[in-house]
């Protein structure tokens, strides 16, 4: 060991080399999947992408705001910082900025974590971000206790990146360090609602007709059962079949299940497993298009329940982990996702806030211009008229 790799240790600097410090398969094994069933392939369920899009394409849309500081604990906008430069712009040459926010925090809601490598230029001022699907990335734990990221491009090379490299957004998590679904979480649920798609399918794919048993009181030879079964098959099974008149032989006689779609109540169980998925998201059940239970009232609520506990705690999740990987430490900036967009689909309702808050004196003409997007008004020029001889 040399004598710089010496000082190295002690001192306690990260190296990127890797070693043997432990991996993301023994931080977390098994995130990512559930029962067997990788959290990509979740989304095959409708409620779980639904709600997927309905939280990630809500976020993207929203406008980002950075803020400075002064002394006096004051936030000045600041419209001039390369974040917001980024967002305009898009976070590199291929993507947009609403694409790369929608991209992270679906793969933080499937995965229970979202990585983006952060871009900076020569003088380390901040030039884009770069998404990295979760499948790409492998976890270590340095002997510092910080994590880096072995992150692969699909060619058999690897990079390492350590933590102020890299934007890292993750669901709630079992040991402080990586996040965990609650698609894994909620294990009997998801599958739960996967059966009840299954059983469906199967129903449809065997006529949308019940099982049942056919019998008859002559011996049957072992030729003449296989017949009988591939011959039924054919004829009767599948949803192109359904509906058609069996022509039985050999003094058969169909019996019906004693259980049937009704008594099993198949229609009812998926629907209760759109609201499990959507209790497992914090998303009301309106926002997926389920509108079983729904009223006028409570639909005119659901957008304001989706944005105060769907949405913001993941825009503070978001704005947190902005302020700790991209901006400065200790640094006077700081990034908001100003979730009061939402109300541009209510216009009635936003221009009652503008209202009031002008009647009260807390926002001026120009400012409520400003907030619709607007120029500001020019003052008005009054000429002195001339005087006449």
Same mark, same amino acid.
């Given at each position: 060991m040399s004598l710089i790799e010496k000082i190295a240790g002690l001192v306690g600097y990260e190296r990127r080399a890797t070693g043997a410090?432990?991996?993301?398969?023994?931080?977390?094994?098994?995130i990512g999947y559930y029962a067997g069933m990788s959290a990509r392939a979740s989304e095959n369920l409708s409620a779980v992408l639904g709600c997927t899009n309905a939280i990630a394409t809500a976020l993207a849309y929203v406008p980002v705001v950075v803020y400075r500081r002064d002394s006096d604990g004051n936030r000045i906008e600041v419209s001039s910082h390369p974040l917001c430069k980024i967002v305009r712009a898009g976070v590199n040459d291929q993507m947009t900025w609403p694409d790369f926010l929608e991209h992270v925090v679906a793969s933080t809601l499937l995965s229970g974590n979202g990585l983006a490598v952060i871009d900076r230029s020569g003088n380390g001022q901040l030039s884009g971000f770069r998404y990295v699907p979760w499948g790409m990335v492998t976890v270590a734990e340095l002997s510092s206790g910080r994590l880096a990221?072995?992150?692969?491009d699909g060619r058999g090379n690897t990079r390492r990146y350590l933590e102020g490299e890299v934007l890292?957004?993750?669901?709630?998590?079992?040991?402080?360090?990586i996040g965990r679904s609650r698609l894994s979480r909620a294990a009997d649920t998801v599958n739960?609602?996967?059966?009840?798609?299954?059983? *469906?399918? =199967?129903? /449809?794919?065997?006529?949308?007709?019940?099982?049942?048993?056919?019998?008859?009181?002559?011996k049957l030879s072992p030729e003449a059962r296989t017949n009988?079964?591939?011959?039924?098959?054919?004829?009767?099974?599948g949803a192109g079949n359904a509906g058609g008149t069996p022509l039985l032989e050999e003094g058969l006689k169909w019996k019906?299940?004693?259980?049937?779609p009704e008594d099993a109540e198949l229609l009812e169980t998926r629907k209760f497993g759109v609201i499990e998925i959507c209790r497992l998201f914090q998303v009301p059940p309106p926002i997926v298009q389920s509108y079983?239970?729904?009223?006028?009232?409570?639909? *005119?609520? =659901?957008? /304001?329940?989706?944005a105060t506990f769907g949405l913001a705690p993941w825009a503070r999740k978001i704005e947190a982990e902005f302020l700790r990987s991209v901006f400065?430490?200790?640094?006077?900036?700081e990034m908001e996702l100003d979730l009061s967009g939402f109300l541009r689909g209510d216009p009635e309702t936003r221009w009652n806030a503008h209202k009031i808050a002008l009647e009260t004196g807390v926002l001026d003409a120009n400012e409520v211009r400003q907030i619709e997007g607007w120029n500001p008004r020019k003052a008005d020029v009054t000429t002195p008229k001339s005087n006449e001889a």
């Open positions: 410090e432990l991996s993301w398969s023994a931080l977390a094994p098994g990221y072995d992150v692969s890292h957004l993750r669901d709630r998590t079992d040991d402080g360090k739960g609602v996967q059966a009840a798609n299954e059983h *469906a399918r =199967a129903f /449809l794919n065997n006529g949308a007709s019940p099982s049942g048993v056919l019998e008859t009181d002559n009988i079964r591939e011959g039924w098959k054919a004829r009767h099974s019906a299940a004693q259980i049937n079983e239970n729904n009223t006028f009232t409570n639909a *005119a609520q =659901a957008g /304001l329940w989706f400065p430490s200790n640094g006077p900036y």
